[in-house]
């Protein structure tokens, strides 16, 4: 397993951008998968974009194409999610989350290795 540590969450207007970063410790992140999760107050946890091992694939959830991407750094063992055109539907927690499995899932269960989240909060 793999330490995670998100930041960059914060209160943002609608329309606007925030970028989100998940460092990990530990000499596996390159070897895994990672995922964004998000969790609303009062929904379940869900996917939000994927990115395979060393960053050649990626998937994201329908409502955030087109506006949300994910990337990687593998030496900075860094992963990212820049968040574009934010709109208040977008608030919850964010997490990042390495995958157990070779492939890009978006089934939490999926994934062995969670950060401790960050508040994202848009405003209408």
């Known amino acids: 397993q793999v330490q995670l540590v998100e930041s960059g969450g914060g209160l943002v207007q609608a329309g606007g951008s925030l970028r989100l970063s998940c460092v990990a410790s530990?000499?596996?992140?390159?070897?895994?998968?990672m995922g964004w999760f998000r969790q609303a107050l009062g929904k379940e946890r869900e996917f939000v974009a994927g990115i395979s091992r060393i960053g050649v694939n990626t998937d994201y959830t329908e409502s955030v194409k087109g506006r949300f991407t994910i990337s990687r750094d593998n030496a900075k063992n860094t992963v990212y999610l820049q968040m574009n055109s934010l709109k208040p539907e977008d608030t919850a927690v964010y997490y990042c989350?390495?995958?157990?499995?070779?492939?890009?899932?978006?089934?939490?269960?999926?994934?062995?290795?969670w950060g401790q989240g960050t508040q994202v909060t848009v405003s209408s």
């Open positions: 530990g000499s596996s992140f390159s070897r895994a998968p």
């Open positions: 989350a390495a995958g157990s499995l070779p492939v890009i899932t978006r089934g939490t269960s999926d994934y062995d290795s």
